[in-house]
């Protein structure tokens, strides 16, 4: 029965190179998430105080036995109410877009040309009942981009009233009405080339969005898109890299293999963001690479200076060596990438490090007491709530110490052994260590956001989960 393990062998070989294509970050838009950044959008389209042109309407008619030719120009949209909009997704496609019993009203020049009238003027024209129905596809494009386009578009107008200024009323008066109808259907077609034209300047502002974003000199965040959106009729996912890179980091890249995302799908946010636990290790990777994760545990313990009379409540043989009290100093960097473990309800962070410690007798070098290396595990909490007085999220949080051993060979101080013991270091983290790290989390870190609200955390199974609503 050899082929049995070759065939796991196999399989386990083969999942490790597709993992090798999953995104290590997913956004989940929910129908309500779409809604809300449509209205945005077209928000933004109308309110954006660029006078929105369209393009000229000329032609010939034959009203009442005479060709007329008539042309109207300096088309400007001065105010546009698109009515009630509601949003779809659309499986495997992109989304439908309807706005419905909308109106506006346009400013234009108009002129008429025939054997009988030759006249010009200013005229105002009020459209109502506006509607506008338009399919729009989403899909990746390279290097890794979203982009959107228009698939179809159907739009119509159910009257226009037209007021020409200037020009001599009772000729109007007979050609206002198949005016009227002429504009109207002009218009109702050109809504659409106006769209189109929109849309494809949203997508241009998409294709330049920056998806490799910089989060400081020398760490950058992967943000590029991995493959094309899933749409269904609830909602869109979106994978991204999400993968941190230091610039001084090489060949981290194949350790890179997020496991599939699955987001839970529930419809009450409107968006999810699923970070797996690899994205999480890549960004432990990134800061340790950069040089990062380098403490000065001192200082965290406060304003009151450390000395060695403290250090000696955990290791009492410090008192001999230093009768007096003498300023300390800890310093603790890591000697590895830290590992995040993410289980349901459970964030456990596996750090290995070195402590220093200093003693700084006065008016003397500074003296090394111990160096010790550990392995420490951590169990971290998170907490999201909205932030005071600027629009943002407020993270805080909290952490354990589950387990803390000792690496390598027993520490000396001044020959003698054994006075640095596994259970003093345990005690130094415990009591000192961990409730000064806990008094700087629960500070809070404010994270900008202009459109995040309601956001709030959760840790599954190789996935933190953070859902929002969009402002
Ligand atoms: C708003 O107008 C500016 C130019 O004034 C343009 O660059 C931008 O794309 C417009 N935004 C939208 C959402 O149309
Ligand atoms: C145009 O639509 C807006 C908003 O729906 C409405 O308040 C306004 O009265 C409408 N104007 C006309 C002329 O119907
Ligand atoms: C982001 O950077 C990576 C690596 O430098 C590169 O392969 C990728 O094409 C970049 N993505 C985009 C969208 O520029
Ligand atoms: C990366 O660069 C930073 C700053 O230049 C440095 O402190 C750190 O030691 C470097 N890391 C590696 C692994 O070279
Ligand atoms: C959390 O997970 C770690 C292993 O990753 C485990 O050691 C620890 O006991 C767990 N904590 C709880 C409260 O279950
Ligand atoms: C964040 O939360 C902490 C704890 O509740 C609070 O003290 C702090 O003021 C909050 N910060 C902001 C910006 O809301
Ligand atoms: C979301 O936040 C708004 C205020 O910003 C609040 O009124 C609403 O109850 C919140 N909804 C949930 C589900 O927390």
């Known amino acids: 029965m050899m082929w049995v393990p070759n065939i796991t062998f196999l399989l386990l070989t083969l999942s490790a190179i597709c993992y090798g294509d999953n995104p290590g970050a997913k956004i989940q838009i929910t129908e309500n998430g779409l809604q809300k950044g449509v209205e945005y959008l077209l928000d933004k389209m109308v309110s954006n105080n660029t006078v929105h042109r369209l393009p000229d309407v000329t032609g010939s008619e034959n009203i009442a036995s005479e060709d007329i030719n008539y042309e109207f120009t300096q088309i400007r949209v001065e105010k546009f109410n698109l009515g009630t909009i509601s949003s779809q997704w659309l499986p495997e496609t992109g989304m439908r877009v309807s706005m419905e019993s909308g109106n506006a009203t346009i400013n234009c020049n108009w002129k008429l040309d025939s054997w009988l009238i030759k006249d010009s003027g200013s005229s ?26 228009l698939l179809d578009c159907k739009s119509s107008v159910q009257d226009v009233d037209v007021q020409m200024l200037g020009g001599v009323s009772y000729i109007i008066d007979t050609i206002k009405q198949p005016i009227q109808t002429v504009v109207q259907k002009t218009v109702s077609q050109q809504l659409c080339s106006y769209i189109r034209n929109q849309v494809t300047k949203w997508d241009q502002s998409i294709g330049h969005l920056k998806l490799n974003l910089s989060l400081n000199p020398l760490i950058e965040l992967d943000l590029t898109l991995v493959g094309d959106p899933e749409i269904s009729e609830h909602h869109a996912n979106m994978g991204f890299k999400g993968i941190f890179r230091s610039h001084n980091e090489s060949g981290s890249e194949t350790a890179f293999s997020p496991a599939p995302i699955t987001l839970p799908g529930k419809d009450g946010a409107m968006v999810y963001i699923g970070v797996s636990q690899s994205s999480l290790n890549s960004f432990c990777s990134a800061y340790y690479s950069a040089g990062f994760l380098t403490f000065q545990v001192s200082h965290m313990v406060g304003s009151k200076q450390l000395t060695t009379s403290e250090l000696a409540a955990y290791m009492p043989e410090i008192s001999q060596h230093f009768p007096k009290p003498v300023p300390v100093k800890i310093h603790m960097y890591a000697t590895r990438s830290p590992l995040v473990f993410l289980l349901a309800n459970n964030l456990t962070i596996q750090l290995g490090g070195s402590l220093e410690t200093y003693a700084y007798p006065l008016n003397a070098e500074r003296e090394n007491i ?23 999220v407020n993270l805080t949080g909290s952490i354990n110490l589950n387990r803390l051993q000792l690496e390598g060979s027993q520490p000396i101080i001044k020959g003698q052994k054994g006075v640095v013991t596994e259970s003093g270091v345990q005690q130094l983290f415990h009591e000192m260590l961990i409730p000064a790290i806990n008094e700087e989390l629960a500070k809070g870190v404010f994270i900008h956001s202009k459109f995040l609200k309601n956001a709030t955390a959760s840790i599954e199974q190789g996935l933190a989960i953070l859902a929002a609503d969009l402002k």
């Open 124 to 149: 105002v024209l009020t459209l109502l009942g506006s509607s506008i129905s338009i399919i729009m596809g989403v899909r990746r494009i390279d290097p890794g981009v979203p982009s959107i386009h």
């Open 370 to 392: 111990f160096s010790v290396n550990i392995v420490a595990s951590f169990q971290a909490s998170v907490i999201l709530s909205e932030g005071k007085g600027a629009q943002g």
